[in-house]
């Protein structure tokens, strides 16, 4: 089996065990479910059909584990060996994240960016992983980044908001609010957004 298809194989053993633990960028379910938790993680989701069972102790689980296991490290192992491997930094990156380890994840986004600095991929993954261990002023950088390579990333500009507001850069955040609602209009996020800015603007008077 080749390098990529090994690596894409770990993916999908991973993904069958560790469902639960998928993040998206999308602000308002990190408002509702996880925000100050796994940050971005998605609200829950029904397990795919060949989920493993979950606290049932058989041994196919145990063994499903394992498998999980081995994989993960077979891919953190790929990268540490392969430094100028751009994928293989990239797929360490999104193992380590799924299940929340997140400066981890930027060790290795840190490293794929410097294998390709404009990628806008690793930019806006590099603004979320940041986000969600709260290096908030770092997710800032990242994200102008990302943006100025693709200036119509909805999510990336609507957390690029989020990230802004928790700054408390009252300028900054109101631009992006206004960018984001030319971006899109309806976003579910803007009423709170604007709330959340007229309460940092009441509270500064």
Do not use: C
């Not at 065990?17 to 998928?22: E, K, Q, T």
């Not at 996020?189 to 009441?202: A, C, N």
Request: no cysteine; aromatic share 8%.
């Amino acid at each position: 089996m080749s390098r990529d298809n090994f690596l894409f194989a770990i993916i999908g053993v991973l993904l069958g065990f560790i469902a639960g633990f998928l993040l998206a960028g999308n602000i308002s379910q990190r408002e509702a479910a996880t925000r100050g938790n796994l940050g971005t993680a998605q609200a829950q989701q029904n397990l795919p059909a060949n989920h493993p069972p979950v606290g049932g102790g058989d041994q196919t689980a145990g063994e499903g584990g394992q498998q999980m296991l081995a994989s993960v490290q077979a891919a953190m192992k790929q990268a540490r060996e392969n430094p100028n491997d751009f994928d293989a930094q990239v797929m360490a990156a999104r193992l380590e994240y799924q299940i929340g380890r997140y400066d981890q994840a930027i060790e290795y986004l840190l490293a794929a960016n410097k294998l390709k600095p404009t990628d806008p991929t690793v930019l806006a993954f590099l603004g979320e992983a940041n986000m969600d261990a709260k290096h908030f002023d770092a997710a800032a950088k990242w994200y102008k980044a990302a943006l100025t390579k693709t200036p119509t990333d909805v999510v990336s500009q609507d957390a690029y908001v989020y990230v802004l507001l928790q700054l408390g850069d009252l300028k900054g955040a109101e631009v992006e609010i206004n960018k984001l609602a030319k971006l899109d209009p309806n976003n579910q996020d803007l009423p709170q957004f604007r709330q959340k800015l007229e309460e940092l603007k009441t509270a500064k008077k």
